[in-house]
């Protein structure tokens, strides 16, 4: 009989490429790792794994039975979900990953409905950027997150993992109010960057998903951008803006609140989408059925109707 965390151990360095990188994620030492795969394959009675360098590649074999441990860890997702169900009424912890402008504009109230309908349950947020969700999802560090993605930025599909769209937002350029406007938005709307191709440009931090938008989008009007700060932080983005740092582009939850006149603000048919992620079969689960709920319930009015351009 094959045994199941072994399988996920399996999936994991199918995801990941090294014995390292999944001892590092799953709190194992390489070596554990290593001998419980060993294990795996005098079950499994063939080999699965390929040695090429410091890298590990799966054999045909491997990668097929890893798409049986995925079917199979879906099926026990699903079960823990009807389990939940039966015991009824939630209780304990519910890890959940959000982006910051989400964990400021959306979670709070989310988490405030949550504790006057399911007041057992204790959910425990973590800022976490989207790029780094499907590996916390699989290793069981979070049970659902927000995610987003941009136009040009699209979200790659990732095994395991099943997600359920929020909402929609605008993205905007945002200039020093003193500079000369931007061209209007017509037939081609990277003139709008363009504008800017000479000026210092703000970014999120390399590795960020907002970090390759700004970049991607640049790039697509025609230039690559002359960075001279990288902030992930939207609030201080448009500090720096103001203070005439440079320009950057920041989505509609990254400007609520009062404008800053200092900042002009020019709207670009970009979108950013976000969604909720959680292991696939997990969907059911009560306390993630839940979180969702209240999360849809605390959409900002003005985000609601662009539900269904998802």
Not at 4 to 13: A, F, M, Q, S, T
Not at 150 to 157: E, G, I, K, T
Not at 240 to 247: D, S, T, W
């Amino acid at each position: 009989m094959l045994d199941v965390r072994r399988l996920r151990l399996l999936r994991e360095l199918a995801r990941r490429g090294t014995i390292a990188a999944v001892a590092e994620a799953l709190a194992f030492s390489p070596s554990a790792v290593s001998q419980q795969l060993s294990v795996l394959e005098r079950e499994a009675g063939l080999p699965l794994l390929e040695r090429t360098g410091r890298r590990v590649r799966l054999t045909p074999a491997g990668e097929n039975l890893v798409r049986h441990a995925e079917a199979v860890l879906e099926r026990l997702e699903q079960a823990e979900a009807d389990l939940a169900e039966a015991r009824g009424g939630l209780a304990g912890a519910l890890r959940i990953g959000a982006f910051p402008t989400a964990t400021r504009a959306i979670v709070p109230a989310a988490l405030a409905a949550l504790a006057r309908r399911h007041p057992a349950l204790e959910p425990m947020v973590s800022e976490t950027d989207p790029a780094a969700v499907a590996h916390a999802l699989r290793a069981g560090d979070l049970d659902v997150a927000l995610v987003h993605e941009y136009d040009f930025v699209p979200a790659p599909q990732e095994p395991g993992l099943a997600t359920e769209p929020l909402f929609v937002e605008a993205m905007f350029l945002a200039a020093p109010a003193g500079e000369t406007p931007e061209p209007s938005e017509g037939p081609d709307p990277g003139a709008v960057l363009r504008a800017h191709a000479r000026a210092p440009w703000i970014t999120a931090t390399p590795g960020t998903l907002c970090h390759a938008m700004t970049v991607r989008a640049c790039e697509a009007a025609g230039f690559t951008p002359r960075v001279r700060h990288q902030v992930d932080e939207f609030a201080t983005v448009l500090a720096l803006v103001a203070a005439g740092q440079g320009v950057a582009l920041v989505p509609q939850l990254g400007v609520t609140g009062p404008a800053d006149p200092a900042v002009r603000l020019t709207r670009l048919p970009v979108r950013r989408r976000t969604g909720l992620a959680f292991r696939s079969g997990a969907g059911a689960h009560p306390a993630v059925a839940a979180f969702g709920a209240a999360l849809r319930a605390a959409v900002p009015p003005d985000l609601v109707g662009s539900r269904a351009e998802t």
